[in-house]
């Protein structure tokens, strides 16, 4: 996409982190939710793993036939990196990551916004 070409890429990577953010918090959100269900095992994935797989193109699968259904590399970084420990939620610890992931979700926002007001200032005064 020429967008990500003005950006090198900073856009494509946000977005994928937002939404990202957004997956981490309903696991987050489920969590306290069942925190009282017999048998409940805590889920979570590694944000950090899972953006670093991106990154250097892990989740990436390699189509040897055109007909072959596409796989969406977030899915398989987040499968690899996803985690469900076999101890009871601790309800301070999942309040406590609820309030970073959205934090980060919101600078995430901001970084957002700055690169399309950036577009939008070259789109304005370009024309002037």
């Known amino acids: 996409m020429l967008v990500n070409k003005l950006f090198g890429g900073t856009l494509a990577t946000t977005a994928k982190a937002m939404d990202l953010r957004m997956e981490r918090q309903g696991l987050i959100q489920s969590?306290?939710?069942n925190m009282e269900t017999p048998g409940y095992k805590m889920q979570?994935?590694?944000f950090a793993k899972v953006m670093e797989?991106?990154?250097t193109g892990q989740g990436d699968l390699r189509r040897t036939n055109p007909r072959h259904l596409s796989v969406d590399p977030v899915e398989v970084s987040?499968?690899?990196a996803f985690s469900a420990e076999d101890r009871?939620?601790?309800l301070d610890e999942?309040?406590?990551k609820l309030s970073q992931?959205?934090?980060m979700y919101q600078v995430d926002t901001k970084i957002m916004t700055k690169e399309i007001g950036l577009l939008r200032y070259?789109?304005?005064e370009g024309g002037k």
Do not use: H
Request: charged content about 20%.
């Open 94 to 96: 999942e309040m406590v």
């Open 31 to 33: 969590n306290i939710a």
């Open 122 to 124: 070259a789109i304005d």
């Open 101 to 103: 992931n959205q934090l």
């Open 53 to 55: 797989g991106l990154a």
């Open 44 to 46: 979570d994935f590694s």
């Open 88 to 90: 009871p939620v601790d």
């Open 78 to 80: 987040k499968a690899s």
